[in-house]
Nanobody, 124 residues
């Protein structure tokens, strides 16, 4: 089974940047599409970004397009989420997840494994 551990969250002012990391263990990392999701208080968990097994294909939610960048390093079993120009509405718990599919998918239900989440708070 795959275990995922996120890190890099914190408190940042609006307009600032953070980079989240997610380290995987217990499986073949390069066999999984990796995604980032987030959940704000009182809201449903939503898709943020996803990246293909090789890293050659990515997908983003419209709300983060142009501000966030997902990347992966298969040699380090790690997926990253670089978040720039952060807004207060980006405040949420951010989760990484792994999907054994061969294609990039955005729906939560396809993701088999989840991390415990890391809190991102953006102050205005």
């Amino acid at each position: 089974q795959v275990q995922l551990v996120e890190s890099g969250g914190g408190l940042v002012q609006a307009g600032g940047s953070l980079r989240l990391s997610c380290v995987a263990s217990g499986g073949t990392f390069s066999s999984y599409v990796m995604g980032w999701f987030r959940q704000a208080p009182g809201k449903e968990r939503e898709f943020v970004a996803a990246i293909s097994r090789s890293g050659g294909s990515t997908s983003y939610a419209d709300s983060v397009k142009g501000r966030f960048t997902i990347s992966r390093d298969n040699a380090k079993n790690t997926v990253y989420l670089q978040m720039n120009s952060l807004k207060p509405e980006d405040t949420a718990v951010y989760y990484c997840a792994a999907d054994s599919s061969m294609v990039v998918r955005t729906a939560l239900l396809w993701y088999d494994y989840w991390g415990q989440g890391t809190q991102v708070t953006v102050s205005s």
